[in-house]
């Protein structure tokens, strides 16, 4: 079992940054990839961004040059610049393990607006 507790969501204006956190604990050796998902209202849960165990990134094409996920040990990290409303979702982490089995935390609000 692995469990993630996401920090850092909260409201922020057109063009502002925020950063989140998200903290693995448990079986972390079973984790490959560590990630972010979205979710806005009524729409469906999107892949924000993602890193592997490796450092191998893959990004949204709607965050690229405005998001950057960064890795250390058992904590990742989402740093958002250049927040535009349409970011506005609960950011939700995951992490996958070695035998694809997901995993997922309560979620964190990120509201952009002005």
């Known amino acids: 079992q692995v469990q993630l507790v996401e920090s850092g969501g909260g409201l922020a204006q057109p063009g502002g940054s925020l950063r989140l956190s998200c903290a693995a604990s448990?079986?972390?050796?079973?984790?490959?990839?560590m990630g972010w998902y979205r979710q806005a209202p009524g729409m469906q849960r999107e892949l924000v961004t993602r890193?592997?165990?490796?450092?191998s990134t893959l990004y949204a094409d709607s965050v690229k040059g405005r998001f950057t996920i960064s890795r250390d040990k058992n904590t990742v990290f989402l740093q958002m610049n250049s927040l535009k409303p349409e970011d506005t979702a609960v950011y939700y982490c995951?992490?996958?393990?070695?035998?694809?089995?997901?995993?997922w935390g309560k979620g964190t609000l990120v509201t952009v607006s002005s």
């Open positions: 890193i592997t165990r490796g450092g």
């Open positions: 995951n992490s996958a393990t070695w035998s694809d089995m997901d995993y």
């Open positions: 448990g079986n972390i050796l079973t984790i490959n990839t």
